[in-house]
């Protein structure tokens, strides 16, 4: 069992940035795959980010590349996501994921899931 807690969201102007993290609790291991996905009203929820157990394979959505980095401090227990000249269709909640097997982009791939932390870009 492990569970997620993000945290970091708030209300930004467009260009700006934010660092998002996932602290991890519970039966939390470093084998994890981590996932950030966001979802915006009226959308359906999609992978903007992802890293394997090693830190070494990532993915990123193809409209977040060079403004999104993830990492992951298994010493902390904690996936940070990084937002940088952050745009208005970057508001979502952004909700943090893990499993126990390579990164996937599938929201149900993932077993355990954060209570998402809110980001609002503003014009």
């Known amino acids: 069992q492990v569970q997620l807690v993000e945290s970091g969201g708030g209300l930004v102007q467009a260009g700006g940035s934010l660092t998002l993290s996932c602290a991890a609790s519970g039966r939390t291991s470093s084998s994890y795959a981590m996932g950030w996905f966001r979802q915006a009203p009226g959308k359906e929820r999609e992978c903007v980010a992802a890293?394997?157990?090693?830190?070494?394979?990532?993915y990123y959505l193809d409209s977040v590349k060079g403004r999104f980095t993830i990492s992951r401090d298994d010493a902390k227990n904690t996936v940070y996501l990084q937002i940088y000249n952050l745009k208005p269709e970057d508001t979502a909640v952004y909700y943090c994921?893990?499993?126990?097997?390579?990164?996937?982009?599938?929201?149900?791939?993932?077993?355990?899931w954060g209570q998402g932390t809110q980001v609002t870009v503003s014009s």
């Open positions: 890293v394997n157990w090693s830190g070494v394979s990532t």
């Open positions: 994921a893990a499993r126990s097997s390579f990164y996937s982009t599938t929201p149900g791939a993932y077993a355990y």
